[in-house]
């Protein structure tokens, strides 16, 4: 049966021997990667063909490099380009060196080199089984005599020596132990930190103080009325009185309700006829007609003779005059809109915008954000007023539709700020006792554009860490009273540390540091260990 034994191009001539060894069929194919170069040598190819020998089996190379094909077929091992190849047909190795005996290999073997033939010549010259035997006899002899009694003694005196100092080293440096509990104090820190949040970056830059915002956007429609505080005088009743026309010539004229009439002088006060009048032929001849003011008011109070001109076609042929003046033409107080009015119910909306912005904003927050009031602000963007200035009406109202904008700032981005701030606070060693973080912004923030500028105090404490190995070399030998003055001195203690020794009687603490357990207890601190 032949059997295919692949070899690992980081394999060593020794270890491919090795597998080789453990073979035991007739034919084995070494599958041999073209780049190993383990076997381009004559000496190791048969150095491995000797091993095949040894196992009574036929060696067989597949392998396509030409160096190893070469050196092979040179110690008679058949060679394959792939391994498959050596299934087909039939194969045997043909060494150019005499077969080994598997009982005596070394037998067929060329001689040793001459720097060993100096190892033959000293093999050849040990002595024989008997020799040897009576060598060692006679060295023997040496140690059977019994040793003088001063040498005997000094040994004694010296066992002592030794066994005392070795008592007393294992009472004075393993015997002792001693236990040491020692609580670490809390010390303050704290740090007043000027922050930036801007809008227009991605990323905290904590080097700078410089934290990413978010800019809010809302609109705000609000309407408003208030009564109006202007007063005028508005026409309520209107005057009337009689008017004589005078024919000025000879044919009759018929004047119809409406004709209107006029004052000659000043501004025209217009009056019209409420009834008609049959004018007779001839002239001179009178008729008198009632007549009413065309405009409501006190305007159409006007003293007697003022009325002389007729309008119309009729002021060819007739006059006219009154007799008596006109009256019953009245005017009251009416409310109307002013200036003052209108700048008044703006600046009350905007000043209710102004209020109801923060609250506004504040709940378009997200999850752990804040809005600093300071950033809030207002742009009108559009008002509506229900009536003109000088207009009559009781009641003014207006729209005020504003844009409101505000930065608003995330708190676990302010929270990481700050414990960096703290933490530069804190000794290189120190550890933060993390349920005394404390925060609060300051009140005063500025706006800028569209960043804005905060103040925020930090506190907390921390816990300078104690080192076990420092407290050993620093404690070893001392007594308890002198080992608690020296806590005192070098670490924050909130209490004289717990020394127990074991065994008590020596009264001091163990001069060998590994002896001394220290317990750190960091439980009453808030920092875990």
């Known amino acids: 049966m032949t059997e295919f034994l692949s070899i690992d191009p980081t394999a060593r001539l020794e270890a491919v021997r090795r597998q080789l060894a453990q073979r035991r069929n007739r034919r084995v194919v070494l599958a041999i990667p073209d780049e190993w170069t383990e076997l381009d040598n004559a000496a190791r190819m048969r150095l491995l063909q000797r091993q095949a020998q040894i196992q009574r089996c036929d060696l067989a190379i597949a392998t396509r490099n030409l160096t190893t094909r070469q050196v092979a077929r040179q110690a008679g091992i058949p060679v394959f380009t792939h391994a498959e190849d050596a299934r087909r047909g039939r194969w045997r190795m043909d060494p150019a060196l005499p077969p080994v005996d598997p009982r005596q290999p070394e037998l067929g073997l060329p001689d040793p080199p001459p720097w060993r033939r100096a190892d033959v010549v000293q093999r050849m010259a040990r002595p024989n089984l008997h020799q040897a035997r009576q060598k060692r006899i006679r060295s023997e002899e040496r140690y059977r005599r019994a040793l003088p009694l001063w040498v005997r003694l000094a040994g004694y005196t010296l066992a002592g020596l030794m066994m005392a100092a070795m008592v007393g080293g294992f009472l004075i440096y393993v015997l002792p132990a001693a236990t040491i509990t020692v609580t670490p104090g809390r010390e303050p820190a704290g740090a007043l930190v000027q922050l930036t949040a801007n809008p227009d970056i991605i990323e905290a830059d904590l080097e700078v103080n410089l934290l990413p915002g978010r800019l809010m956007e809302t609109t705000l429609e609000i309407t408003g009325a208030m009564p109006t505080t202007g007063r005028a005088q508005r026409p309520s009743d209107t005057a009337r009185g009689n008017v004589v026309f005078v024919n000025t010539g000879s044919a009759p004229a018929n004047i119809p309700v409406g004709t209107v009439v006029s004052t000659g002088t000043g501004t025209p006060v217009r009056f019209r ?108 963007i559009a008002q509506a007023f229900s009536a003109f200035n000088d207009e009559e009406t009781p009641e003014l109202e207006l729209t005020l539709r504003t844009l409101l904008q505000g930065v608003a700032v995330n708190e676990e981005t302010t929270r990481t700020a700050m414990l960096a701030a703290l933490q530069q606070q804190i000794p290189p060693r120190g550890m933060l006792v993390a349920d005394s973080f404390r925060m609060e912004r300051m009140p005063g923030a500025t706006a800028l554009n569209r960043s804005v500028q905060f103040t925020v105090a930090v506190r907390g404490d921390y816990v300078v860490p104690i080192d076990p190995v420092e407290v050993r070399a620093a404690v070893a030998g001392l007594s308890p009273e002198a080992a608690a003055r020296v806590f005192q001195e070098r670490w924050n203690i909130t209490r004289p540390p717990e020394i127990y020794l074991d065994p008590d009687w020596l009264g001091i603490l163990p001069r060998l540091g590994r002896r001394i357990q220290v317990r750190v207890d960091y439980s009453g601190t808030g920092v875990a260990p």
């Open 273 to 380: 006829t409420t009834a008609p009048g049959e004018l007779p032929g001839g002239v001179g001849q009178r008729v008198a007609v009632p007549i009413e003011a065309v405009d409501p008011g006190i305007v159409g109070n006007v003293r007697a003779n003022a009325i002389s001109v007729v309008e119309g076609a009729l002021r060819f042929s007739i006059t006219v005059i009154n007799p008596d003046a006109t009256f019953g033409g009245g005017a009251q107080l009416t409310p109307v809109v002013t200036q003052q009015d209108r700048d008044e119910l703006l600046a009350q909306l905007q000043q209710t915008t102004q209020e109801r912005a923060l609250q506004t904003l504040q709940e378009q927050l997200q999850p752990g954000e804040w809005l600093p009031p300071e950033t809030v602000k207002t742009f009108v």
